[in-house]
């Protein structure tokens, strides 16, 4: 519960569905029998960008990543459980899982929750396993500016707890 609720207060589910390459189709089809699409083109953009983008009948967004790689099945296997309510369990990645997958998404609302996974965590993270996961990441994207950007979060983030260790 700590890392899903580190990175700030919106109300958004993300998810990943271990998938694999080839297994997704039926996945997003039952998917969208239980939750509505939140854009038109929703399927095929889950085909280019492996993000299923739903919505629950109440309205609460929710993002489905397709898991093909083995840093996602890393990332489940480092995931802990929390309980919201009684009997009511959830999966949460780590927080250092939760930098990469952000760091990697790169989108500016992803930026500035990284800031506050840093902030809340005051730097005390795997940051090697950071760097290894984020690189073969960055490569397969061909995006090696999300490593850079990913400093620049961090030097912000220091500027408000104060210096941690980040090293490569």
């Given at each position: 519960?700590?890392?899903?609720?580190?990175?700030?207060?919106?109300v958004?589910?993300?998810?990943?569905v271990?998938?694999?390459?080839?297994?997704?189709?039926p996945?997003?089809?039952a998917?969208?029998?239980?939750?509505?699409?939140?854009?038109?083109?929703?399927?095929?953009?889950a085909?280019?960008h492996r993000?299923?983008?739903l919505?629950?009948?109440?309205?609460?967004?929710?993002?489905?990543?397709?898991?093909?790689m083995?840093f996602?099945?890393?990332?489940?296997s480092?995931?802990?459980?929390?309980?919201l309510?009684?009997g009511a369990?959830?999966?949460?990645c780590?927080?250092m899982?939760?930098?990469?997958h952000?760091?990697?998404?790169?989108?500016?609302?992803?930026?500035?929750?990284i800031?506050?996974?840093l902030v809340?965590?005051?730097?005390?993270?795997l940051?090697p396993?950071?760097?290894?996961?984020?690189?073969?990441l960055?490569?397969?994207?061909?995006a090696?500016?999300?490593?850079?950007?990913?400093?620049?979060?961090?030097?912000?983030?220091?500027?408000?707890?104060?210096?941690?260790?980040?090293?490569?």
């Amino acid at each position: 519960m700590k890392s899903l609720l580190s990175a700030g207060a919106r109300v958004q589910a993300q998810l990943t569905v271990l998938a694999g390459f080839g297994g997704e189709g039926p996945i997003i089809s039952a998917l969208l029998e239980d939750l509505a699409p939140r854009i038109p083109d929703a399927v095929e953009f889950a085909w280019r960008h492996r993000v299923l983008l739903l919505r629950s009948a109440d309205g609460f967004a929710v993002d489905v990543a397709l898991g093909a790689m083995p840093f996602d099945e890393a990332a489940i296997s480092r995931a802990t459980t929390a309980e919201l309510a009684r009997g009511a369990v959830l999966l949460t990645c780590s927080a250092m899982d939760l930098v990469v997958h952000k760091a990697f998404a790169g989108r500016p609302q992803d930026l500035v929750d990284i800031e506050g996974v840093l902030v809340r965590q005051k730097g005390a993270l795997l940051w090697p396993q950071i760097w290894a996961d984020l690189t073969e990441l960055a490569a397969l994207k061909e995006a090696p500016e999300l490593l850079n950007e990913l400093e620049r979060v961090a030097r912000r983030a220091e500027a408000i707890v104060g210096t941690f260790e980040r090293a490569r």
